[in-house]
C-alpha cells in the first residue's frame, strides 16, 4: 500500500507570496492533519480535515487555511508568506479521526521564504 | 500553563545498553499517549501507543510505561543498537482541544558502536 505522498518536497518563496501545498493520503484514509515542524518550536498541529470538514484547528493565523477533496486528498495554503513560515510542513492521515488513531506522516514539505 | 517535556539533551548510549527517554506532561488528560521515531528529513513513524488505563505496552525491543498519577511516560529500547540513532518524539491527545495531537520536542537519540 503506497504511504502517505507530499507535493513539493521543497519550496522557496518570497515574502508576500501565496503557497500551495498538497498532501494525498493512503489509501482508504479519511482524516489528513497538517503541522508545522520548526527547530525551534517543534511540531505544531495546524488542523484537521475528516470527510471534507475540518475537525479541529490549531493556534495559528488565518494565513493558513486547508480544505479536504472528496478523495481525501488535501491542500495547505499560506497566504501573504512571512519569513518565520519557513519550516517542514508534514501531513499525517488515519483512518478515522480522533480516539487512538496512529497517523501515517509523509516526507514533508521543506518550504523556505526568503 | 500546558505542556509536555522531553529530555532537552541528547541521549548518548552504547550499544547493547537501555536507552530510556522520558516525557513528562502537566496540566492535559491524555486518554492515550504515542510514541513515534524521526529520523533527518524524514517525517515520524509511529511506534507505540499506549492508553491511560495501561501500565505498559510492549513491542519488540521497545517497552512503554504511562504513569497517569506521575503524568509521566517512559520509552525504553533495550539492547539498543546504531541504528536505533534517531529523534523520538512523544504525543498525547488534548481532550480539551478536540483531541487534536500535541507533540514533545523530541529527545536524540545516539547509540555508539
Known amino acids: 500500500k503506497a504511504g502517505v505522498t507530499q507535493t513539493p518536497r521543497y519550496l522557496i518563496k518570497t515574502r508576500g507570496q501565496q503557497v500551495t501545498l498538497s498532501c494525498s493520503p493512503i489509501?482508504?484514509?479519511?482524516?489528513v492533519s497538517w503541522y508545522q515542524q520548526t527547530p525551534g518550536q517543534g511540531l505544531q498541529f495546524l488542523f484537521e480535515?475528516?470527510?471534507?470538514?475540518?475537525?479541529n484547528k490549531g493556534n495559528f493565523p488565518g494565513r493558513f487555511s486547508g480544505r479536504q477533496f472528496s478523495n481525501s486528498r488535501s491542500e495547505m495554503n499560506v497566504s501573504t508568506l512571512e519569513l518565520g513560515d519557513s519550516a517542514l510542513y508534514l501531513c499525517?492521515?488515519?483512518?478515522?479521526?480522533?480516539?487512538?488513531?496512529?497517523?501515517?506522516f509523509g516526507p514533508g514539505t521543506r518550504l523556505t521564504v526568503l | 500553563s500546558q505542556k509536555i517535556e522531553q529530555n532537552s539533551e541528547a541521549l548518548n548510549i552504547q550499544e547493547g545498553k537501555t536507552a530510556t527517554l522520558t516525557c513528562n506532561y502537566t496540566?492535559?488528560?491524555?486518554?492515550?499517549l504515542q510514541w513515534y521515531r524521526q529520523d533527518p528529513g524524514r517525517g515520524p513513524v509511529f511506534l507505540l501507543l499506549i492508553r491511560e488505563n495501561e501500565k505498559e505496552k510492549r513491542k519488540e525491543r521497545l517497552k512503554v510505561t504511562f504513569d497517569t498519577t506521575l503524568k509521566q511516560s517512559l520509552f525504553h529500547i533495550t539492547a539498543s543498537q546504531p541504528a536505533d540513532s534517531a529523534t523520538y518524539l512523544c504525543a498525547l491527545d488534548a481532550k480539551e482541544y478536540g483531541n487534536k495531537l500535541v507533540f514533545g520536542a523530541g529527545t536524540i537519540l545516539r547509540v555508539k558502536s
Open positions: 499525517a492521515s488515519s483512518l478515522r479521526t480522533g480516539e487512538d488513531s496512529e497517523q501515517f
Open positions: 496540566n492535559y488528560s491524555p486518554a492515550y
Open positions: 480535515y475528516f470527510s471534507e470538514t475540518q475537525r
Open positions: 489509501s482508504g484514509h479519511r482524516s
